[in-house]
């Protein structure tokens, strides 16, 4: 066969085909924090739908601990009740608890404590022997940020970090504060774990939609010609909620919007949208392509943050006959807080693909609707043909073609275009091109946190952040970090309900560009 009529197709022999058919060895997974919020409504949830589904090994055992003190019987019969509670599009089933339960056990400790690891390794030996876990064992750390280092540093000093298998550490966001909190985290970690076995959790990896990029961009040959500079236009990137703070005002007023969802959640999103194709689908070299991107993010300078970034503060409002308090007025949040519940961002990405594309990426609190979703937004024909007529009869410039991946809750792809209307006149109106998740594949798609602990157990870290991830999307948040800490805001800006702060709509405008309604 010719060079030239060689089937381009070809199965890369490098690549693992039985990916999703592995098999999930035995071990001990320790959550630290077992009482906190995320265990309760992510992470037994996640694992008994993993026991269900046989998704993982029947040798396993959850060691829960915290400081409240509890029996194994006590953390069993919480457990179950969240469990029943959280479960994600799926049945409880009894008789698969009551097995799913004899895995689960509790210690009672202080993570600041050096005792408590003394405890936590006797039950670890313990249950190493009676649900034969083989030695291997996953850390969570889902406690509070502060305590990562002396947790991290105690399992060190205990010998827990080796042991008859594998030992790996998950390690929960906030990873870190800002950066040199972020670079110091990195360094006491690598005291104790080698960077292999560090999983730095970023849930939104783990989203079947967010993957699902890479499927559409990589394993279709139509689009990635477009997809650069030459023929995009800009991208969107939104993630909405219409849920304020939720109780967790006291985190989120030292966090704020930026931190809490763009520096990690959002640049990794932008980071896949935008990446180069990996010569192979394995973690490093998925994670080199992602890190190789958010490097080229331009970095602000401070004199450029007021152009390119807004912050937001909802303030009180009525929403659907229901009065709703403003930030300030939420419970553990002081009266001036200066902290954004809405952060929008310009960021450039100087490569060759991207120069001169603007990503205009945006997260809010209290939007009208919850909503994540990236328009990537294509050039004009360059000459303009023809008229758009409105629904209203009146006509404007055309629209150009708009591709907008959707995450959530309406998880799917369309492609706007343009087509005649009927009637006389050569008149045309978007119309759209469709593909729904739910109705072309019709069964339930795991959650982030199923999809997660299941990578880490197989010891595959494609869809967790590397370290110079991390460190890469702390550089292009900080000098807007910086500039904020200087400012003093006039919050509230925005009402509960609507879509934040006027400023953000100027950064647009100033571009020529507008925000897209979801
Ligand atoms: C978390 C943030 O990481 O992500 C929350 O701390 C936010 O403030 C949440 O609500 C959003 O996640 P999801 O999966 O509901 O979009």
């Not at 992510?42 to 026991?51: A, D, E, H």
């Not at 064992?137 to 280092?149: D, I």
């Not at 040959?221 to 939104?238: A, C, K, S």
Request: proline share 6%.
């Amino acid at each position: 066969m010719s060079v030239a009529t060689q089937p381009i197709t070809e199965v890369n022999p490098l690549q693992d085909p039985l990916r999703f058919a592995r098999r999930i060895p035995p071990c001990a997974i320790v959550i630290f924090g077992a009482s906190g919020d995320l265990s309760k409504r992510k992470l037994l949830p996640s694992l008994y739908r993993l026991f269900y589904e046989r998704r993982i090994s029947q040798n396993f055992a959850v060691l829960g601990s915290s400081r409240t003190p509890m029996s194994d019987t006590d953390f069993r019969a919480r457990m179950k009740e969240s469990v029943s509670k959280f479960l994600e599009d799926a049945p409880f089933d009894e008789e698969v608890w009551n097995s799913f339960e004899q895995s689960l056990f509790y210690v009672a400790g202080d993570l600041t404590n050096p005792a408590s690891y003394i405890d936590l390794k006797a039950k670890l030996d313990e249950v190493e022997k009676s649900h034969q876990t083989a030695g291997n064992v996953l850390f969570y750390l889902s406690t509070q940020p502060s305590h990562y280092a002396d947790a991290i540093k105690e399992l060190g000093a205990h010998g827990l970090q080796n042991g008859n298998g594998w030992r790996r550490v998950i390690i929960e966001k906030p990873f870190g504060h800002d950066l040199t909190s972020a670079l110091k985290l990195n360094e006491d970690i690598h005291q104790v774990f080698d960077e292999e076995n560090i999983y730095r959790i970023d849930h939104y990896l783990g989203k079947e939609t967010v993957q699902n990029i890479l499927a559409f961009r990589f394993g279709n040959g139509i689009f990635e010609p477009l997809w650069n500079r030459r023929y995009v236009d800009h991208v969107q990137i939104t993630a909405a909620e219409s849920i304020g703070v939720e109780g967790r005002g006291a985190y989120y007023q030292e966090a704020g919007a930026l931190r809490d969802m763009i520096q990690n959640h959002l640049s990794q999103v932008m980071a896949t949208v935008a990446m180069e194709p990996p010569t192979v689908f394995d973690a490093e070299n998925v994670r080199d392509e992602r890190a190789k991107l958010l490097r080229a993010v331009r970095v602000m300078k401070p004199e450029d943050v007021a152009k390119y970034a807004v912050a937001g503060q909802y303030g009180p409002a009525k929403v659907g006959g229901q009065d709703l308090p403003g930030f300030r007025q939420e419970p553990s949040v002081t009266p001036d807080a200066q902290t954004d519940t809405y952060a929008a961002v310009t960021f450039y990405i100087d490569n060759w693909r991207w120069a001169g594309v603007p990503f205009y990426i945006r997260s809010g609190k209290r939007m009208p609707k919850r909503v994540t979703d990236i328009a990537i937004q294509f050039h004009a024909p360059p000459l303009g043909l023809f008229t758009q007529q409105t629904r209203a009869g009146d006509f404007r410039e055309a629209r150009p073609n708009l591709l907008v991946l959707r995450i959530q809750p309406e998880e799917g792809i369309s492609l706007r275009f343009l087509s005649k209307s009927p009637g006389s006149g050569m008149h045309v109106r978007p119309v759209s091109m469709d593909f729904n998740y739910g109705s072309s594949f019709g069964e339930r798609t795991p959650t982030a946190y199923e999809t997660l602990l299941v990578d880490a157990m197989a010891g595959d870290p494609t869809l967790y952040t590397r370290q110079d991830m991390v460190i890469a999307s702390w550089q292009i948040v900080q000098p807007i970090l910086d500039s904020w800490a200087q400012t003093k805001f006039e919050f509230p800006n925005y009402a509960s309900g609507t879509w934040g702060p006027k400023a953000s709509d100027e950064m647009l405008a100033r571009q020529g560009h507008v925000w897209r309604v979801p």
